[in-house]
């Protein structure tokens, strides 16, 4: 019979076959997308990720002297095997614990100290400007060394000179030792140095070095060759070695395998290191590099599952309507068989053989087109791009998804088959327009349930594709088609009612033919679900999109940020100014306690601040509603700007000062200079005695434009009293800036912890000549207590802002159960300040999801000086407006840290290899489900035209002309297809709505932030609409010119 | 062959030849058919099946082209219309009664007989009426708003005829009008087809297998093999 039906229904079989293929090709293709691509994209995650994200790194602290070398050693050993099969880059950096520099003189009679380093890629990390590299040596030569340029200066070396450091400042100390200074290097920008103990600056007056005396000057590091570092017998305070894998051509075995291996690296290395080293720490990059990309193909893998499952359910839907016409065709011999005695069981295996066959060819035909399709998929954007083009391939998933999804699909006609036949003259039933009923509103429950749960998930991060977020939106979408086909049928009983009192025939008769005909419940749900689908696949892809850009701005915050790595330097900020050309701000960016709340789960509160006078230009971020970034900037901004002491390059300042009681009081002078952008930087003085002679302050005004705006004078006694003794003294400082101030309003603070042993502060400016002079004064300082307590007085051109006013983000508000007027205490590093919560926000720049506040820098820099903290809490450098297109490269270029621009966020969350893949999904969907829509329609209108050529005909003998059939044809086809389009596509947009900011997530799984909000982009989706209705006219008006002329009243000679 | 009336016929049917196919399976349907059928007269056609009567009443209402011959309906050739031509014809002079009834089923009788007054486009007032007028005339008033699916076989003859007689036409062709109705239903419509050719004047030239029907014929055409045998008064 199969054989019978090919050589008499071809046209018909292979209509199906075409339709069980498109669907088994989409699941297919899905399948690769999932497997294939997913697989190369997590490998692209980890070979394509910058070095540092795969690098892994041990970190000991305090190992023993002769043990170094080995510890060194074993360290290189244990990570060479972690990462194996991988070749692997190792870099050590070592420090020694410090040494006294003996020979030298400070101030106060402080002890200098210094120390050595080892760094095995030292020219890459410096550059030489005098002399050589250091070059091993025997362990009786003295040392051969490098200095930094800053060093140098202030220990006024050169190659060639010989120096002397003293013995290790601990137990087993080793002794002194011997370096030569072979050269002068200067630190390259980028290059780690932060991880030095004086972060390349070469030189600090005031450092912590943990002993009774508590704070030294320190000159360093003497750059030594490494190994001969190692073994020269000095202990080392810090050993990091790190081992960079080359993942060239890595497979995802071993990419698993290497992780693995440095997961459990730290436990190995516990047993190898024994009592030689005291702590250590294994900071392991690439396994959680992998689980990143893991979670980003997982977030990605729900899309493209849903994708498929979209795709089946239309595939499905065209079928009913492929089946349901094949059985009308086939009704005449059914009945026959019927009556020949057939049963139901032989017509239903009959059915299973047809079907099975459909599958059988259908998947043969679909595993290879899937398989190209996916091909020439990877090769168009945003998957190419991404590097994620292959050839055609296949693989298990592929072959047992594709040969599933046919067999799935084909077994729609079984049913189909031997479903109960329908009520004679084609009018339904009662009992089946209640089962009709009963359907829609199961099927509108399955949505209502599936967008609940849909609706309910977690905002955290959660990657696992689960069946809600699979299934869902095609259940929404589904429902939604079945609804609208309600609605269909009143709109054309109206266009019927307007046809009666018509005059002519053409219009008419199409009105009552759409409107009377039974109507294919199946292709109505076909028109209906495709357009929806379609219009919903181009605004998800669009509301993806702008998700993407909408969250890459929140998370960078502003246009470009650079991320600093190290010690700021003064003229950082214009050199971004004049690398950028944009409006240029520092920015702190970093966790913080507020009051006693540390934040949950590791995830401390955040504390953005930055320039918000010109917040419009700077602050990026969606702000819903009706805020602006200019307004929220108004109401953090300080009312005035800070103007100090102008202070000319080069410019030199004086100190002097006395105090009473013949106590040997020092005070060590701190100078914050103010440049262009609202940076401040601190110039430290030297431990100054108060003894009425004028000492000079080094290097302050390094460029010009800096404006003097506080200084810090922590007073102190030269030398240790007795705690019996409370001697008390008052104090005069002056110091002399050759620069002109334009306000004479300065404060002075006697600061916090212990502002009572400093009183009566004060502070006035005058002028002295061509210069400016601040003479700062303190009544009854009193010395009692330890020579380290605090006596501080700080002078400032401003007054105390009072509570800093901040933007408090949603979230924060939300877990302190607090809101606007609520008064904060932020604890920034070690200092309290006061806050009061100005607005809140949604979220806030650069802390998306996080509970956080924003202030304004230049507030909370004055309110950090007035409690004593002169520091800036400078953790970034925002940049608004970047004026050239390179700005980003230029900013790279400066090496002042980790450049982040909103666009390059932006691309990279779009194209993350690991994420790409859905986009094609979708873009795939689109096609599929207009091809379908094609196939449907065609499909649909020939076999009408065929059931009514006979009618045809007759209306040609009634003298009706073949152009007023064809109107009336095309009228009652565009009749019923104009309102299911427009109605899908309403479908489509409140699918969009309702589903689709549920079902975009974040990178990590978690809630987007901010809030996705849906984008119907009305361009793209009339075009999309416009083209769907052209091609299906385009092929009703083929169908309908071949059958208008086949049907001519010569017809009624033939036709039955 | 002779006219009914001293004016001319209303149909002339001349030399006509009409031949399917090619070749040695080619069918000779219509060989040298010539009569004429004047205005109020109701001719019969009879025949076997296959002998050329459809065929005869598809040319004669240019649904089909002869291969040869001519047609004259009302003065015009018929074989010599183009398709617009043709589609006049059948609006305003040549109306048909098809054995299946041809009824569009998604039209309630009286908007199936309003058909063709749509086509001429006469306003909705006096269409309404004409089909008030056409249903009672076949005994169907009370059925207007039925559908064809809810009519028995006969009545929807009726309605076909009906509408057939809507616009007014000069000829109606017939073909096989009982075929698929019970002897006592086309007992029925023959003789309201006998009463429309007394009261609307047309000409009828119906195809019949029925007895009955040829003797309500003015005439009888007989078919054989494509050919014209006899023709006789009843």
Known sequence: MLARRVRTQWALLATLLLLVTIGATLVGTCTLLVTRTAGQALRLAATGAPAADVATTVYTVNVDGPGAASVAADTRTALTTALAPFPVAITVRAASRMRSLPGRTEAAGATPETYLSGISDLPARAVLTSGRWPRAVDGRAPVETVVLESTARQLDLAPGRRVRLGAERSVDAAPALDVTVVGIARPRPGTGWERDPLTGAGYDAVVDNGTPDQTAPVYGPFLADLDTLLTSGSAMARLEVTAHPDLTGATLPDLHSAAAGVAGADRRLSAVYGDRVQVHRVDARLPPTLQRARDQQQVAAAVVLAVAVLGCALAATALVLAGRLTAGVRAGETTLMTALGVSRGQFAAAAAVEAGVLAVLAAAVAVPASAALHAGLTHLPPLAGSGLAVGPGTNGSHLAAVTGGALLLASVLVILAVRPGGSAGGRRTRTEMLARSGADLLLVAFAAVGWWQLNGQPTGATTRADAVRVVAPALVLTAGAALVLRVVPPVLRGLDRLARRARGLAFPLAAFEAARRPHAVAAGLLVGLACAVSTFGVAFDATWERAQRDQADLAVGTDLAVAVSGAPGPGDGAAIAAATGGTVSPATDRGIPIGQWTGGAGEPPRLIATDTRPARDLLRGRLDSGDTWAGVGAVLAPTTRVTGVTVPAGAEVRIRGRATGGLPVVVSPRLLMQDDTGMRSICTGPRTPLDGRTYRLPDCATAGGRQLVAVELPVALAEPISFDDAPTSDIAVTLTVPGTSAATAWTATSVAPAPERLGRPGVAVTRAGAGTRLALTAKNVQFSGPEEAARTLVATAFADPGPVPVAMSARLADELGTGRGAELSLLVGTTPVAATVATVLPAVPSAPGAPGVLADVDTLSRALIVNGELAFPLDAWWVGNPATADAAARATALHLGTVTTRAAENARLIGSPPRAGQSSAVRLLVLAAALLLLVGIVLHVHSDLQVRAVELARLRALGVTRREIRTTLLGQHAGVLLPLVAAGAVVGWFATRAVTPLMIRSESGAAAVPAVLPHWPWADQAVLIAVLLAACTLAVAAVVAAQTRRADAAYLRVAP | ?234
Do not use: C, W
């Open chain 2, 1 to 234: 062959m002779s006219g009914d009336r001293a004016a001319g016929p209303l149909l002339s049917v001349r030399d006509v030849h009409r031949r399917f196919g090619s070749g040695p399976t080619a069918v000779q349907a219509l060989r040298d058919v010539s009569f004429d059928v004047g205005t109020g007269s109701m001719v019969a056609v009879v025949g076997r099946s296959g002998s050329g009567k459809t065929t005869l009443l598809n040319v004669v209402g240019g649904l089909d082209s002869p291969d040869t011959g001519t047609v004259v309906v009302d003065g015009t050739e018929v074989t010599a219309l183009d398709d617009d031509g043709l589609a006049g014809l059948r609006r305003r002079t040549v109306a048909y009664v098809f054995q299946t009834f041809g009824l569009i089923p998604v039209l309630s009788a009286a908007e199936n007989v309003g058909v063709p007054l749509r086509l001429a486009r006469v306003p909705v007032r006096e269409r309404e009426q004409r089909v008030a007028r056409l249903l009672d005339l076949v005994g169907l008033a009370e059925h207007a708003r039925q559908r064809p699916d809810e009519l028995s076989g006969g009545q929807q003859q009726r309605v076909a005829i009906a509408r057939a007689l809507a616009a007014s036409p000069k000829l109606l062709i017939a073909d096989e009008p009982t075929g698929q109705l019970d002897a006592e239903t086309g007992l029925a419509v023959m003789a309201l087809l006998r009463g429309v050719v007394e009261a609307e004047n047309v000409a009828v030239l119906v195809s019949t297998h029925d007895p009955v029907m040829m003797a309500l014929a003015d005439r009888v055409l007989r078919m054989h093999d494509g050919q014209i045998h006899e023709q006789e008064a009843p």
